[in-house]
């Protein structure tokens, strides 16, 4: 339920993410495609990987895409498709904006560029951390006591500035 004073900021896709976004769906069609093409010369398990691992990765991609961000009194929510991933302003020591916080990151583990980045990463400057996102060149590094998350709000200042303000009130 949305508070009067919950704040959604958009999550803009980038260039970068539009276009691997674009050539891996249009791989995995192919794909799809030469399985259907292919069903009566393959035997089923080839099918079955030709026709249903394309399905699976862009299903299971599209889940985990980064909708936007609710930043209420008590959490921020990042709004996926059909869900939302929950954090806890409780905890959360500084919000930072670093449009180079992303920048040769390795992925650790989750999707690097299909729908959005999401998952876990590492790099020298913030070492370990999740990411939520869509445009890494808006970058909004969370930093909590033993974690650091990575969003990309399409106004990273005006998210700064309201999320200080509600950690002020907070106390």
């Known amino acids: 339920m949305a508070d009067r004073t919950d704040i959604e900021f958009l999550a803009p896709w980038n260039a970068r993410l539009r276009s691997s976004s674009l050539i891996s769906v249009l791989v995995l069609g192919a794909i799809f495609i030469s399985g259907i093409m292919s069903w009566t010369r393959t035997g089923w398990p080839i099918n ?3 026709l249903g691992l394309p399905i699976v990765i862009v299903v299971s991609t599209a889940l985990t895409m980064v909708r936007g961000y609710v930043l209420t009194e008590s959490e921020l929510r990042v709004r996926r498709l059909g869900w939302e991933t929950r954090l806890p302003l409780d905890g959360l020591l500084t919000v930072t904006g670093n ?3 992303m920048q040769r990151s390795i992925r650790l583990f989750g999707n ?3 729908f959005a980045f999401t998952g876990e990463f590492w790099n020298r400057s913030l070492g370990r951390y999740r990411a939520l996102a869509t445009d890494p ?3 909004v590094v969370l930093k909590y006591a033993n974690r650091r998350i990575v969003i990309t709000p399409h106004d990273p200042q005006k998210f700064i500035v309201q999320t200080r303000m509600r950690l002020k009130n907070r106390g």
């Open 112 to 114: 690097g560029g299909m």
């Open 99 to 101: 449009d180079e916080a």
């Open 48 to 50: 079955l990987v030709l």
């Open 137 to 139: 060149t808006r970058a």
